[in-house]
């Protein structure tokens, strides 16, 4: 689950990590009045949305008057931010932070990520901070630090110390920084985080350790021990239909692609999607419906997969282990029933009772006339890659 950034300082700053003042808004007008009540003389409007490259697209601006302010927020509110994390059609903005500038000395990246290498979570940090880690990571890996946690132990105090003296601090700032780095690691193991970021962490020209941007991301299936993290989630930027698949218990992603896919597992989700792509294709989505497909499962995907006004075709991949492959088979028929299959749909099935299953589906061809079966998982997206680009 992803939260805002305003959202994510406030945790933060209850952890007890430095992070500058700062209010959130919902209006132009509220804006111009924040940046009077800050009583500062340079403020910054910044775009609270769920994606990056926000002051590259214009969605993090200086200003200088309240009037500026207003026109900022105006700007932002009024125009849907496209950014390389967004898409062609980026997205809408509702909310916006108004924060005192900051006198930056220099700029740092911190952040606690899943190892998954090292079954463990890890420190990154680095001393070229308020750019994308990323990039830094592939242009000059020799200035990221790692430093993996203990499963059980967590981050040890030596090990914080150790990372001040990597990125250069000294003194009373690697004090600061040590600890500031304790309390994250801390906060990053309470909360169940996938990630916890602090980009850019500054040294101020007074010599202030600050936290003046944030991402937190937290992992779905701990939500439960974290009502009070739950409550912060925000659907606003959240894809409806992503929306209803969680609401029926499907993992759902939509995609840029027009070949919607309908998979039981989620590797063999991901085999599906880049098979599609070798075949000239492009997936719509990631649907993983579970271990056993059943008929209100079934109905449900398929419409949720046909609402999606780009998909021209549907590959339902099915690999029959947990379920038998005649009672998906008689479940994939009553979807078609019931939502009616407008677009080609190629289901390609394996497991047990396969031939029964195929036997069924060549029965339902002339009540489900788009519907077509495959022998294997290259047959079946070569058929559907041909059927969508007939279209």
Do not use: W
Request: aromatic share 6%; glycine share 8%; with cysteine.
């Amino acid at each position: 689950m992803k939260i805002h950034e305003y959202q994510a300082r406030d945790l933060l700053s209850r952890a007890g990590i430095a992070v500058p003042p700062a209010r959130v808004v919902q209006t132009a007008a509220e804006a111009r009045q924040a940046f009077i009540e800050n009583g500062l003389a340079r403020q910054v409007v910044k775009a609270q949305v769920f994606a990056g490259g926000r002051g590259k697209a214009g969605f993090v601006k200086l200003v200088d008057s309240a009037d500026e302010a207003f026109k900022a927020a105006e700007f932002m509110l009024g125009n849907r931010m496209v950014s390389p994390q967004t898409g062609p059609d980026g997205i809408a903005v509702h909310r916006l932070l108004i924060a005192g500038a900051v006198d930056i000395a220099h700029e740092y990246y911190l952040g606690l990520v899943l190892d998954r290498a090292r079954a463990t979570a890890s420190v990154i940090a680095s001393a070229q901070g308020g750019v994308e880690i990323e990039t830094v990571a592939h242009e000059h890996p020799e200035a990221i630090i790692k430093e993996p946690l203990h499963p059980a132990l967590g981050l040890q105090p030596y090990q914080a110390r150790n990372t001040a003296v990597a990125l250069g601090f000294s003194g009373k700032q690697g004090q600061l920084f040590a600890d500031m780095l304790l309390k994250l690691s801390a906060f990053f193991v309470r909360y169940d985080c996938s990630i916890a970021e602090i980009n850019p962490l500054v040294i101020t020209r007074d010599g202030r350790l600050l936290a003046i941007d944030a991402k937190v991301n937290f992992d779905d299936n701990a939500l439960f021990r974290h009502p009070d993290i739950l409550a912060l989630k925000d659907d606003a930027e959240t894809d409806p239909l992503e929306i209803r698949a969680a609401e029926a218990n499907l993992n759902y992603i939509k995609l840029d692609g027009d070949i919607a896919c309908l998979v039981n597992g989620a590797g063999l989700a991901m085999a599906t999607m880049d098979v599609i792509q070798l075949h000239g294709g492009s997936p719509a989505n990631f649907l993983d419906v579970g271990g056993g497909v059943k008929a209100e499962g079934a109905v449900e995907a398929f419409r949720i997969l046909l609402a999606d006004k780009k998909v021209k075709g549907v590959l339902v991949n099915i690999f029959g282990g947990i379920a038998r492959c005649d009672l998906i088979a008689e479940a994939l028929i009553q979807a078609g029933n019931e939502v009616g299959f407008t677009v080609p749909v190629v289901v390609r099935l394996e497991g047990t009772n396969v031939q029964q299953a195929r036997d069924i589906l060549a029965g339902a061809k002339k009540s489900l006339p788009t519907l077509q079966t495959a022998t294997d998982l290259n047959d079946a997206a070569q058929k559907i890659v041909a059927a969508t680009r007939s279209k």
